[in-house]
């Protein structure tokens, strides 16, 4: 099956809402906005029974099929929230709002949708229901999280859900999806270290901390290179070093963060572990204290495997299976659709967005031409799930 004729014929107007979105981003949870155009758009298709305030600020909307026979719900879920990033791209429909902006094509996942939700609340040539759902707070703080805690899979019983995102570099008219761990768990870490201050001519009367984090950062490396199998995938990355102020002053204290990603649970753990160990030792090698908070993020976003066969084989339909990769490279960014694959089997799939800006960059925006693509891989996904016998 390719695109669907009737999704191109409105093509335009899905683009339209997109740009709307585009001129108007929200960030986190703070997408009020957002939620109120999209719920007038999905009224104007029709569709009544939607629900707002899940996970705060979070939408979902019903459509039922010709018949309701199965029993069976297949959520589709969206992300809505832009990026704290002030925008360079010059477009006639460029973010409205200073240091806002889509950076990460959250308007395009949200238009794709409701060309779906148009098209599925036209013909309602399905058996079940459809649960279409606006996410809020993907970009880091956890929306997704907020939503399952909600009740959403139970309130509305959902049996599976899916997600998609665009990936540029990878072709327009192509998909790519992986059974299991397909992008990384994303945590955090601070460590705060403080030492004894004083005139840079005299460092024998101080403790340094600067020398003692700079250790740290090179010892840190080693708990992937030493500790880690070298099979598995990991990436430890101190990424801010704060200290001292003057070039004549030995500070007292010192600052290192950095983030910590994972594709496997053990090996998480066993980071975290290590981490704890190692940096309290490194401190007291240098006469320093140090205290090292560690925050767990999102989990590792892990497909199942019946749901990513089950949804490559619709891209398939759609773009031909030499448009498909079925086993792409896992990823070492984070997504917090990974705490609705914990709580209801399911897939999430890559749509290609071709040779762009990458993601979270101030010059990027969302590829229109893909909106077909992605409203059709949606309503194949549940006209092959909820066929009408």
Avoid at 316 to 324: K, P, R
Wanted: glycine residues 10%.
């Amino acid at each position: 099956m390719p695109i669907i004729n009737r999704l191109a014929e409105f093509h335009t107007q899905i683009t339209q809402w997109r740009h709307d979105f585009h001129a108007n981003p929200e960030l986190l949870f703070d997408v009020h906005r957002t939620v109120g155009k999209i719920e007038e758009i999905l009224r104007s298709f029709g569709i009544r029974d939607i629900t707002t305030g899940i996970g705060k600020t979070g939408l979902v909307a019903i459509i039922e099929g010709k018949k309701n026979t199965s029993g069976k719900v297949i959520g589709l879920r969206t992300d809505m929230d832009a990026l704290p990033i002030h925008e360079k791209t010059d477009k006639e429909y460029a973010s409205k709002n200073k240091g806002k902006m889509h950076a990460c094509g959250h308007d395009g996942h949200i238009a794709m949708l409701l060309g779906a939700a148009k098209y599925l609340a036209e013909t309602k040539n399905f058996d079940g229901k459809v649960a279409l759902i606006f996410q809020p707070a993907e970009e880091g703080g956890g929306g997704g999280d907020l939503m399952v805690k909600d009740g959403m899979m139970e309130n509305f019983s959902i049996d599976e859900v899916y997600g998609m995102h665009n990936f540029p570099n990878l072709p327009v008219g192509s998909f790519a999806i992986r059974e299991g761990a397909f992008l990384a768990a994303t945590d955090e870490f601070i460590i705060e270290i403080e030492g004894v201050g004083g005139h840079a001519a005299m460092p024998h009367n101080c403790v340094d901390p600067l020398i003692a984090g700079a250790h740290m950062i090179v010892g840190l490396q080693t708990i992937i290179s030493r500790n880690v199998d070298p099979i598995k995938s990991a990436v430890l990355s101190v990424t801010v070093m704060q200290a001292g102020e003057a070039s004549n002053v030995i500070t007292r204290t010192a600052t290192i963060k950095g983030t910590v990603r994972t594709l496997d649970e053990e090996v998480r753990d066993l980071i975290e572990k290590r981490m704890n160990e190692f940096v309290p030792q490194n401190a007291s090698a240098f006469g320093v204290k140090a205290t090292l908070s560690y925050s767990r993020g999102y989990p590792v976003m892990a497909n199942n495997p019946k749901q990513t066969i089950f949804a490559a084989d619709v891209a398939a339909q759609i773009v031909g299976e030499n448009n498909v990769e079925r086993n792409i490279p896992p990823i070492m960014g984070g997504e917090d659709f990974a705490y609705m694959l914990l709580a209801r089997p399911g897939a999430f799939i890559a749509i290609g967005q071709g040779d762009t800006a990458g993601l979270h960059e101030d010059t990027y925006d969302f590829n229109d031409e893909i909106i077909p693509l992605g409203s059709s891989y949606w309503v194949k996904l549940v006209q092959t799930f909820l066929p009408i016998k």
